[in-house]
Nanobody, 122 residues
Framework: QVRLVESGGGLVQPGGSLRLSCAASGSIRYIATMGWYRQVPGKQRELVAVTANGGTTDYADSVKGRFSSSRDNAKNTVYLQMNNLKTEDTAVYYC????????????????WGQGTQVTVSS
């Protein structure tokens, strides 16, 4: 059993910062990509940042220069540092992992966390 657990969400004022963490637990050998998506009511879930196993990250245009994501493969953890937050960043942020290989050779094509609420408000 593999699970993703997000943490670090909360309430922050515009211009503030938050750091999200997502830890994948279980007997994991390899995760191809880990990333972050966000969703607000009435809108489709959108990609925020996706990081490959080697550490290269692709960002949505709306967060470039403000958000930074990184991976600690030894801990099977991905982080999202969010700076200069705007009210438009308010959403539920979901952790995602693709192509998760477990110790017995099995594979999970895609996994999602439960989400963590980020609210940017004065």
């Amino acid at each position: 059993q593999v699970r993703l657990v997000e943490s670090g969400g909360g309430l922050v004022q515009p211009g503030g910062s938050l750091r999200l963490s997502c830890a994948a637990s279980g007997s994991i050998r390899y995760i191809a990509t880990m990333g972050w998506y966000r969703q607000v009511p009435g809108k489709q879930r959108e990609l925020v940042a996706v990081t490959a196993n080697g550490g290269t990250t692709d960002y949505a245009d709306s967060v470039k220069g403000r958000f930074s994501s990184s991976r600690d493969n030894a801990k099977n953890t991905v982080y999202l540092q969010m700076n200069n937050l705007k009210t438009e960043d308010t959403a539920v942020y979901y952790c995602n992992a693709e192509s998760v290989v477990v110790s017995n050779g099995g594979r999970y094509p895609e996994l999602w966390g439960q989400g963590t609420q980020v609210t940017v408000s004065s």
